[in-house]
């Protein structure tokens, strides 16, 4: 069994992420641009659900233990049912752990939602069923790909961008001082301080 500290897994989705966000400007095809924006949307929500996983696994294993089982039934239920989703987890673990939610209404936290949404869009892709009349024949089976056909470069960056604001956000509830933020953000992340997105 391998054994790391909680944050190796943030960390590479993280490096993953910034990787692939840095690498969008060299890239010409507009097809593969896009290609790659999905990929840092998708990074971006699974970096901020593995931080919260392990964020708050280790909050209730130190400093919070009377929520130990809460976060342990939550992420592994014992009655074999599925594990919390992502939005449950945003919405009811600061809550009941921190005494704090965060801020849905506008900011960063409502823009992660629907930074989360667009990727369920990509990630759990329904497909309709649509017919298109032409002229001499008729085309049937098409899907609806807005999703994936609005993606730009600027979605990719900004998705870099609410996935570390989360962190942020998530420090800022659990009680960090300001100046320690971009400590714990180079902690979690692999980000050095003092620099932006």
């Known amino acids: 069994m391998a054994l790391s ?6 960390w590479a989705l993280f490096r993953s992420l910034r990787r692939t966000v840095s690498g969008l400007s060299r890239i010409d095809d507009t097809t593969e641009q896009k290609d790659q924006v ?3 949307v998708i990074l971006a929500v699974a970096a901020v659900e593995s931080f919260f996983n392990l964020y708050f696994r280790t909050l209730v294993e ?3 233990k009377e929520h130990t089982s809460m976060v342990l039934e939550d992420l592994d239920p014992k009655d074999g049912s599925r594990p919390k989703g992502l939005k449950y987890k ?4 600061p809550c009941k752990v921190l005494g704090r939610s965060f801020k849905w209404q506008k900011g960063v936290a409502h823009d992660f939602d629907c930074l989360r949404e667009r990727r369920n869009s990509l990630m759990h892709f329904t497909s309709s069923y649509q017919e298109r009349q032409l002229p001499g024949f008729q085309v049937g089976g098409l899907a609806n790909t807005d999703c994936y056909d609005e993606l730009q470069p600027k979605h990719a ?3 870099l961008r609410l996935a570390e604001g989360m962190l942020e956000e998530t420090f800022r509830l659990t009680g960090v001082v300001k100046d320690q933020i971009p400590y714990d953000l180079h902690g979690w992340t692999g980000k050095p301080s003092g620099t932006s997105s």
């Open 62 to 64: 130190t400093t919070h």
């Open 157 to 159: 960056e900004e998705a």
């Open 90 to 93: 945003l919405r009811h673990w």
């Open 5 to 10: 500290s909680p944050n190796r897994m943030v």
């Open 38 to 40: 999905a990929v840092a």
